[in-house]
């Protein structure tokens, strides 16, 4: 049974720095896409970085050179590494997998088809 549980949200001022890990069970991270996911308050959940198999990396473009996604196979966690923090990334933040090897909609919150439950980070100016 895959399961996905986040950690290391919190609450910062703008131009500092989070990383968030999800722990994964049930399977290999390094074995199919994964991506982070926010929601932000009375907006739709968007993509912001996945990484396939193969560890190719996306990011959507507000958060390229700040954000980098990254995982570990010993520890089997995903994690993102969030610098220079700007209000507008206040959201809950999701990790998700989909089983498959690369991320063909890796754009696409319903192409995923597991989801941790989120971690809320908090961005003040």
């Known amino acids: 049974q895959v399961r996905l549980v986040e950690s290391g949200g919190g609450s910062v001022q703008a131009g500092g720095s989070l990383r968030l890990s999800c722990v994964a069970s049930?399977?290999?991270?390094?074995?199919?896409?994964m991506g982070w996911f926010r929601q932000a308050p009375g907006k739709e959940r968007e993509a912001v970085a996945v990484?396939?198999?193969?560890?190719?990396?996306g990011y959507t473009d507000s958060v390229k050179d700040r954000f980098t996604i990254s995982r570990d196979t010993a520890k089997n966690t995903l994690y993102l590494q969030m610098n220079n923090l700007r209000p507008e990334d206040t959201a809950i933040f999701y990790c998700a997998t989909k089983s498959e090897p690369f991320c063909y909609r890796g754009t696409d919150p319903s192409w995923f088809n597991y989801w941790g439950q989120g971690t809320q980070v908090t961005v003040s100016s």
């Open positions: 990484i396939d198999s193969s560890g190719s990396r």
């Open positions: 049930g399977y290999t991270v390094g074995a199919m896409c």
